[in-house]
């Protein structure tokens, strides 16, 4: 008898030992279940349902990160330290952090889903080939507005904005080259201007807009101006596209002199540790109807074929969000403009953000 119970402790310790020492051991790998996929994406930029459904069909457990512009994203990775393996940067980033070797080559054979991506999105100038970069979102930076808040007027231009009547009604993107882009924009200069002179009077031209400028916001600019606490914003298509959707009141304007056209693709940065599961990741997000699900939730722009046709007619036939080439061959694609120049735009927007306090 006295053996036999013997026995039952000897079974329950070591059951006990080895359960524990494999928990401690995923943990230490960052999950207590198996491997993980860490994702670095914009804020409100994925419907969770599909990480979800992703994490279901793989079993890989997804972390995911979010951030409000390129500048933040860029920053964050070059302080090092964090493993990501999937990150969705606009172009110009793609283009510099694929120059400062920061990325790897995408293996096509592991993404057969890009076949449904529109020509009209790949092989861009950023990245030519898609050797390290395919479509995940696109669209423009306008002028979102409520009519109703400004007495019936109707605005047209990036000028608009500095009308006395909109003072303290506007609000602004916390991104860089964004707000000194109209500041560009409205002088008739080039997005990609980098002739010092042209900057300073960009900046300046934007030191007159600081009595309209209400605040300098991230994502809850959607919330804001949903709930009529302003009446104009800058804003990127997709968000605006969301907020009509919740108040129809409001419009949404690509300004007569022009703006930017960007393109979110997704990368695989060098720190990644998960190679074969960020592929998988992104040939799921590629797929038609995943892609459809994700437009539907994020109010942004597919570059996906194939999934325009699980889409209501509703949403892709609206011209302010879908744009055809004859549109947007007109407009602007930020360029990489280099380490310097880059850090130059940032340190005027940074001015600028001094000079309303
Ligand atoms: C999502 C913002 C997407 C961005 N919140 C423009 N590239």
């Known amino acids: 008898m006295k053996k036999v119970v013997q026995m039952f402790v000897t079974v329950f310790v ?33 419907d969770p349902d599909l990480i979800t459904a992703f994490e279901e069909e793989t079993g890989i457990k997804v972390i995911y990160e979010t951030f409000e512009s390129n500048e933040a994203m860029l920053t964050k990775i ?50 030519e080939g898609n050797q390290y970069s395919v479509p995940y979102f696109w669209g423009t930076l306008g002028i979102i507005y409520n009519s109703e808040m400004l007495d019936g007027r109707h605005l047209t231009s990036w000028h608009d904005l500095w009308d006395e009547s909109l003072r303290n009604k506007v609000l602004l993107v916390d991104s ?44 809850e600019i959607k919330m804001l101006l949903a709930n009529e606490e302003a009446a104009v914003g800058l804003v990127w298509s997709g968000d605006a596209a969301l ?19 960007w393109f979110d693709n997704m990368v695989i940065p060098t720190t990644a540790r998960n190679i074969e599961g960020a592929h998988m990741f992104i040939n799921f997000m590629l797929d038609p109807e995943n892609a459809a699900q994700n437009t ?59 000079h309303r306090k």
């Open 14 to 46: 070591v059951a006990f030992l080895l359960i524990y020492v494999t928990a401690r051991f995923n943990t230490f790998r960052g999950y207590s279940g198996g491997e993980t996929l860490t994702v670095y994406n914009w804020g409100d930029y994925v």
């Open 78 to 127: 070059a302080h090092g330290g964090n493993a990501f393996d999937v990150v969705v940067p606009s172009d110009y980033a793609i283009n510099k952090m694929k120059e400062q070797g920061m990325l790897i080559p995408l293996d096509h054979s592991l993404l057969p889903n890009l076949q449904y991506t529109d020509q009209r999105f790949l092989d861009l100038p950023f990245d």
């Open 176 to 219: 860089a080259r964004e707000v000194i882009g109209i500041g560009l924009d409205s002088l008739g200069y080039s997005l990609n201007d980098t002739n010092p002179e042209h900057l300073h009077q960009a900046q300046r031209k934007l030191f007159d807009l600081v009595p309209n400028v209400k605040a300098i916001v991230g994502d």
């Open 243 to 261: 907020i009509i959707d919740e108040n129809p009141k409001l419009d949404y304007i690509i300004p007569v002199e022009g703006t930017n056209v």
């Open 296 to 354: 539907e939730y994020v109010g942004y722009s597919t570059p996906n074929r194939a999934a325009l046709e699980y889409l209501p007619e509703e949403i892709t036939g609206d011209q302010r969000f879908y744009p055809g080439p004859e549109i947007t061959d007109k407009l602007e694609l930020y360029e990489n403009l280099g380490r310097r120049m880059l850090a130059y735009y940032n340190e005027l927007f940074l001015e600028f953000k001094m």
